[in-house]
């Protein structure tokens, strides 16, 4: 029966929930936070999430100076009295409003009505200055154009609000690359699971029977399991390489691409050599998994079965893929999840060429994060995967029934 | 000898020829680098390429890959990180998922359920969150990389543990109870020695998961002095000129620790996978 946790059993779980709060769960509802704003670090104006708009006063001051400046300088070869009195009166406009804010020197919030006078002030030097400088078109005034460019810049000092909704969802959806990298995603799971699992299932089969050197073949098959993914990468990288490879050259002399340089340079063939690396990688895996399943299996109902008269492939489907079935299911999930969100792989074999034939969903958004510092639109591509990985895993637990939660 | 016999005989050479050429593809990748390693430069292109012995063995690449690209120092900030990772990870761990194993609270499957999915979520989702905190700490190129390290092996510690907690019998812990010792002292004392060698199984895993690390370390780590060995070696790939017969070293170089780590500790680390996946 389940009862309220006393202080004392709360402190065993007290360390595991403040970990999984800071460094898992806090960052997953940080990330979709920002899949709402236009947030890209690199950009001034949205390098932080603003819900609301806000004012740069020292970028208000400092342009509003600018503008007086070059009111004052262009005046001095204004000779029509009437003129020189606009100038003076949109100079003194200008400099009493900078004067207002040059107490403050960082981004403040603005009431609404704070707001609207400072858009219309804009608008109104805006329309002034442009009207007065088009009265003088005759008259030579060296700061014409920087002034136009001033103002464009005080028109900055409001920052808008770059909260954008679900804007960037809808910009996803219509993303060429995003399918295609969705494409190559599903397309390289889909052909390595089932590789290494049918391999991975003959292997475990034949190692249950040959008890003898056991050891030994479960010591090598850790191994492709054990090196770090960037290190086998490397490694097969090496060997598909068009000038020195010898896997490249084997295939060239067999037939399967035209030369050895072809292998990396095709889509097709970068594919196939990234689908090679991960089953080299997780084959052995995948049969130590299985064979650990098939070793619970009872050996008397195998005995027993031989006595009824059942044949080999009768027992097979009847005894052990029946018993083997929760097993295989787990260890296809977890699988499957993993070469989902394969990043490590293609990085260091393909960075996800060429021409974005091997880009993953994973390579995708870490190259909109970090090569574009668009953390908002690349927080997009990793929920949008998250999705999609909620879809994979509710399929096998709820279709398949995978048990995953029984053990406790 | 009658057919039936014949048959089994037929079976089992095909199935040893299985074997053999299934450790022969495992074997080979290995086999060829450590060939590549010791070749002169001049041997790795060309027509030396294919060759197995260039005729004269050259340690030239290791002397590069140790003394001049510090590879050594790699292999050393991941022992660090590993290890720290391992040390915390596993305490936690224990903590937690004796509390699964043995006590009944409201909010159990909640814990649970969170476990498993941030065992099945994609890694990148908390990358650009950290790398913000990080930055704001200023704590980017420092070791505190093993405190996200969590997300990728807490879930499969407490997997582990939790099985194997299940598997000590309650009565010896009643007893204990009875004698009067608390929830805590029944844990180090009693529970632990029984639990030794399933915590010595989550530590390896845990060490190894934390030691192929490679995102987390590549994106908030970008100083060479802390990286670790994954990244290490893919920096020597993104060169202009690729030096294969120093990329061979390296591999050479970084892949023994995980191999001494896999033949000392092979059975443990079959029963970790294995009750990560299987139900006894």
């Not at chain 1, 097969?236 to 060239?252: E, V």
């Amino acid at each position: 029966m389940s009862k309220r946790i006393s202080l004392k059993e709360f402190l065993f779980i007290l360390p595991i929930l403040v970990i999984i709060s800071i460094f898992s769960i806090w960052p997953i509802v940080d990330s979709i936070k920002y899949t709402v704003f236009d947030y890209r670090l690199n950009d001034q104006q949205n390098s932080k999430m603003f819900l609301d708009s806000s004012f740069n006063t020292s970028g208000f001051n400092e342009n509003a100076k600018y503008i007086a400046y070059y009111l004052k300088k262009d005046m001095a070869f204004i000779e029509a009295g009437d003129q020189k009195q606009e100038f003076e009166r949109i100079m003194g406009y200008v400099s009493e409003m900078a004067a207002s804010y040059s107490e403050q020197n960082q981004n403040i919030k603005l009431s609404g009505s704070e707001a609207k006078k400072i858009e219309t002030f804009m608008a109104e030097v805006r329309a002034d200055v442009t009207k007065l400088y088009e009265a003088n078109r005759d008259v030579e005034l060296g700061n014409r154009e920087n002034i136009q460019l001033v103002m464009d810049d005080l028109d900055k000092s409001i920052i808008g609000s770059n909260f954008i909704g679900f804007t960037a969802y809808k910009q996803v959806l219509k993303d060429l690359r995003f399918w295609s990298a969705l494409k190559n995603t599903v397309l390289f799971t889909s052909v390595s699971v089932f590789i290494e699992f049918m391999l991975g299932l003959a292997l475990a089969m034949i190692m249950n029977k040959a008890m003898k050197g056991i050891g030994i073949i479960r010591t090598i098959s850790l191994i492709p399991w054990a090196i770090p993914t960037a290190v086998s990468a490397l490694m097969w990288s090496y060997m598909y390489d068009g000038g020195s490879g010898i896997i490249a050259k084997l295939f060239a002399d067999i037939g399967l691409v035209q030369s050895a340089e072809q292998l990396l340079l095709t889509s097709g063939g970068a594919m196939v050599c990234a689908i090679i690396a991960d089953v080299w990688k997780t084959t052995p895996y995948m049969a130590l998994l299985i064979l650990g399943g098939l070793q619970t299996i009872d050996g008397g109902l195998y005995e027993s079965s031989q006595i009824d008269g059942a044949g080999k492939i009768r027992t097979f489907l009847s005894i052990t893929m029946p018993l083997l079935k929760p097993a295989i299911l787990v260890a296809l999930l977890f699988r499957t999840l993993d070469a989902f969100r394969v990043y490590d792989l293609i990085a260091v074999l393909t960075g996800g060429g060429p021409g974005g034939s091997t880009e993953t969903l994973s390579i995708y958004a870490y190259k909109i994060m970090f090569g574009q510092t668009n953390f908002g639109y690349g927080s997009v591509v990793v929920v949008m995967m998250f999705i999609c990985v909620a879809a994979i895993a509710t399929l096998f637990v709820k279709v398949l029934g995978t048990d995953l939660m029984s053990k406790s | 000898m009658n057919k039936t016999q014949t048959n089994a005989g037929v079976w089992r050479v095909v199935f040893a020829v299985f074997i053999a050429l299934f450790m022969g593809i495992i074997i080979f990748p290995f086999f060829w680098i450590l060939v590549t390693s010791i070749k002169p430069t001049n041997e790795i292109f060309g027509d030396g390429a294919y060759s197995i012995y260039a005729g004269r063995a050259v340690l030239d690449h290791y002397r590069t890959v140790i003394f001049e690209k510090e590879m050594l120092l790699s292999v050393w900030n991941s022992f660090v990180v590993s290890t720290t990772t391992t040390l915390y990870v596993v305490s936690i761990a224990i903590l937690a998922s004796y509390a699964i194993s043995r006590f009944n609270f409201i909010g159990k499957n909640i814990l649970l359920g969170l476990i498993l999915v941030i065992s099945m979520f994609p890694q990148m989702i908390v990358v650009g969150p950290i790398y913000n905190l990080f930055t704001a700490l200023n704590l980017t190129n420092s070791y505190f990389v093993v405190l996200p390290y969590s997300t990728i092996t807490l879930p499969a510690a407490v997997w582990i543990m939790v099985t194997h907690f299940n598997k000590i019998p309650l009565a010896i812990e009643e007893s204990a109870k009875i004698d009067g010792a608390t929830p805590f002292q029944t844990l180090t004392k009693v529970i632990f020695p029984l639990a030794a060698p399933g915590v010595f199984t989550t530590a390896i895993i845990t060490f190894i998961s934390a030691w192929n690390e490679y995102l987390l370390t590549i994106t908030l780590n970008t100083n060479k002095e802390y990286h670790t060995v994954p990244v290490a070696v893919s920096f020597l790939r993104s060169q202009f000129e690729i030096l294969w017969g120093q990329v061979s070293a390296a591999t050479i170089v970084v892949t023994v620790p995980t191999l001494i780590v896999v033949l000392l500790f092979q059975k443990q680390i079959v029963s970790g996978l294995i009750s990560g996946a299987i139900k006894e």
